[in-house]
């Protein structure tokens, strides 16, 4: 695997294999790799020529300083399980390599960086699309992947992608989950014990509202959802929305064409989001 940490050099490197017409598929993380992540490497694998993933702890995405202090940064690990998944290409560039001092720009997301997350962490998604359109800038993928887990960032880079109308694929990615139904995060490595187990009243929500979801209204799910989430120990919920899954307004009926249920929670210290297609 070759690892860049400057833009030029990456995208010198891809300009040669462009010229001998290699497809690039790219992989944007914050690295803290699990199997989800690695599942997007593979998934691009089959698509594409060459990809590109790149570990970056992007600041501007972050609007609790704590949160991003803690991230967790295990780059030796990380390498190590991207050069057993074959991963071609490595990009960990510096904050400085990324932003010039005092940039300030953003995109206007409208609606989208209003609601769900972006009502609960203000300027998250203003930060997603500054890190994610300077790393397409530099590596200019042909097809980007994404995981189904951060469905409302998907949902945000498609629009970042339309506005910009940037030739790039955007392609979703299932979510992968533990054994027992905890969505992969590397947020998870903060769970103590008991912690773990209480998340995962999370899962265990979204798979009941599945389940229910053929003889219950969508006011119902919701409110069965929220009294589950309500009374599980140690989960404090943020929300739990059955949205439309192509324009993520509150779904007004079941006979709209795509159906997803989103939720976030804290449990202990640690913020967990999971989501599930209902239709
Ligand atoms: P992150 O490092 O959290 O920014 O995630 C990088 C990419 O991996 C994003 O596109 C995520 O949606 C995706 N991802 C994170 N967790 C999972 C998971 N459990 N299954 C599949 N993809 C995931």
């Known amino acids: ?46 698509q594409v020529d060459i990809v590109v ?10 609007n609790d300083p ?23 290409v490595l990009f960990i560039p510096s904050v400085e390599e990324m932003y010039s001092a005092g940039e300030s ?3 206007d997301l409208g609606y989208l960086e209003k609601v769900l ?30 995981g189904q887990k951060d469905f409302q960032q998907v949902k945000v880079i498609e629009a970042m992608v339309q506005t910009f109308q940037l030739p790039v694929t955007v392609v979703t990615c299932p979510i992968l989950r533990e054994p027992d139904g905890l969505a992969m995060s590397s947020r ?5 014990v ?7 009243a999370l899962s265990k929500t979204l798979h009941q509202t599945v389940a229910a979801f053929p003889e219950s209204s969508i006011a119902d799910l919701k409110q069965q959802a929220e ?9 404090k919920l943020e929300y739990f929305e059955i949205c439309n899954a192509e324009t993520l307004r509150p779904a007004e009926s079941k006979e709209e064409k795509s159906l997803i249920a989103l939720l976030a929670a804290t449990v202990g210290n640690t913020r967990l989001i999971d989501n599930i297609i209902l239709k």
């Not at 962490?121 to 980007?144: E, N």
């Open 66 to 88: 704590k949160d991003l202090e803690k991230y967790p940064r295990p780059i030796e690990t990380d390498i190590k399980k991207l050069e057993e998944t074959r991963c071609d």
């Open 227 to 235: 009294n589950f989430l309500n009374n599980s120990d140690g989960v």
């Open 188 to 192: 998870n490595v903060h769970l103590s």
């Open 194 to 200: 008991v912690e773990r187990a209480q998340a995962l």
């Open 117 to 146: 997350e972006g009502k609960f962490r203000p300027g998250h998604y203003k930060g997603v699309t500054q890190i994610v359109k300077k790393l397409f800038d530099v590596v200019k993928p042909d097809v980007s992947f994404f």
């Open 1 to 46: 695997m070759r690892i860049f940490t400057s833009k030029t050099e990456l995208s010198f490197f891809l300009s040669e294999l462009k010229n001998q017409n290699k497809t690039i598929g790219f992989v944007p993380t914050m690295g803290a790799l699990h199997q989800g992540h690695l599942s997007l490497i593979e998934i691009a694998q089959a």
């Open 105 to 107: 720009w953003d995109l």
């Open 53 to 62: 993933c790149s570990i970056f702890v992007n600041p501007t995405q972050f």
